[in-house]
């Protein structure tokens, strides 16, 4: 296994940095700023995108810096997810970047999704203006009534009655619906099929915010945060009548399609995991060098020296797990590649999570403000230890996967 970067990676990634440190971090503090002044709570219907985000989207899009994720060199960059990785990573640091270079969660991953199993009148409608960044998508999937750990358990149907698809159910945390721009989700449902097997049975279907019957109920507050202006929403389908032609690659086919989706959108989740984790750290370093307490530097009272030590290995650690799956999936694919994603899905948010609860301890009272996008990093943190399956899900997957080994279940 090689992880050494690509000339093409290594110089994308090196743009992304420039880009982000030039344009984005100057103006970032202030963004948050004016998002959190007129923050209308839990009321989407009044959210406003920021005249900057659409300025400095079409700057980066005329550096080229755009669709970084998307191997296809027609559509995006060309990168390999290994490649793309080094790129997330510095985008990691920000939480403005991702979104200004059309590299955001959920649109990655929908368009992914669009790109691999759509057909060519789906991606004519959706696929291209989310490559454009003209619209944003949201992914319906976690429900509010079942156990969502266990993605069988899904309540919510998408029916076939002839040539239609009925959609029924709730959905919750489904990221990005609020936004004034989204225009199009991927609704997740079984499609009960007595002659299919247990991974047969659901399906994924392209649902316009606008059809009759879909209602956003509410918006859903994390720490008391609603991520103004995309938020996580809670959303009710009511007998959703569409076209079968909606459906994507047909019926029953939402696991085969979920399990090409989730490998690669999780590298993209661990690598900015990994850059908000190097950004924490340096925030801490510089705060404990400046401030001095009891007559020292912070750095140098109660045990800060070691605590920068565990924070380097765990950042390490979980940046070459991350590069050993992204090398898997691209040179072996993504079901060779399940213990290394399982593992870095539980070893990345939990290292960033560790990384900035020392950096806000550094910081003091400033740690719990929102003078710093400490506070931001650790709401992602904790969050994604529940978003794409629990810690508990992927290590037992781990631990299956270990066992099957020894001829056991």
Known sequence: MDFQPSERARSTAQRVRAFIDQHIAPVEAQHWSEVLGQRHGGDWTQWTIPPRVEALKAQARAEGLWNLFMPDPELGAG????????????????????EIFNCNAPDTGNMEVLWKYGSAEQKAQWLTPLLNGEIRSVFFMTEPDVASSDATNMAATAVVEGNEIVLNGKKWWSSGVGDPRCKIGIFMAATPNAEAGRHGQHSMVLVPLDAPGVEIKRMLPVFGEYDEPHGHGEVHFTNVRLPLSNVIAGPGRGFEIAQGRLGPGRIHHCMRCIGAAEKSLEL????????????????????????????????????LLTLQAAWKIDNLGVMSALTDVSAIKVVAPTMLQQVVDFAIQIHGGMGVSHDTPLTAFFNQARSLRLADGPDEVHKGMIARLELMKYGSK
């Open 79 to 98: 990168l390999s997810v290994l490649e793309y990785a080094f790129s997330a990573e510095q985008t990691g640091r920000s939480m403005m970047a991702p």
């Open 284 to 319: 801490a370093i510089e705060r404990g060098l400046k401030r001095v307490a009891f007559g020292k530097p912070l750095i140098n009272l109660g045990g800060n020296r070691e605590r920068i030590a565990e924070c380097r290995l765990a950042i390490d650690q979980a940046r």
